[in-house]
């Protein structure tokens, strides 16, 4: 059974940091690029970075650039996002997801088929 395990939220004051782990089980981990979503409250789905199954190349939201950073432990079956520099527009709830091909090239997946229940994020003074 394929599972994704998100965790790491909380509540954090402008200009905070957080670091969001997913820890998965059920797949061979280092075969799948990972992909980290968030949904605001009230909003839709917006991605948010993406890495290929390797570790060796990432992608970002504009909206994050420079202040996010997604990197995996395939060793631990761990997908991370270290935040820094958190806003107040980052207050959602962050989903890890997997990739349906298995692939070393891809980066920013378009197709997802598993997903962790998320984590919530609140930025606030």
């Known amino acids: 059974e394929v599972q994704l395990v998100e965790s790491g939220g909380g509540l954090v004051q402008p200009g905070g940091s957080l670091r969001l782990s997913c820890t998965v089980s059920?797949?061979?981990?280092?075969?799948?690029?990972m992909t980290w979503v968030r949904q605001a409250p009230g909003q839709g789905l917006e991605w948010v970075s993406g890495?290929?199954?390797?570790?060796?190349?990432?992608a970002y939201a504009d909206s994050v650039k420079g202040r996010f950073t997604i990197s995996r432990d395939n060793a631990k079956n761990t997908l991370y996002l270290q935040m820094n520099s958190l806003k107040p527009e980052d207050t959602a709830v962050y989903y890890c997801?997997?990739?349906?091909?298995?692939?070393?090239?891809?980066?920013?997946?378009?197709?997802?088929?598993?997903w962790g229940k998320g984590t919530l994020v609140t930025v606030s003074s």
């Open positions: 890495i290929n199954s390797g570790g060796g190349s990432t």
């Open positions: 059920g797949f061979t981990f280092d075969s799948y690029s």
């Open positions: 997801a997997k990739e349906v091909i298995r692939s070393s090239e891809i980066v920013v997946s378009t197709s997802l088929d598993y």
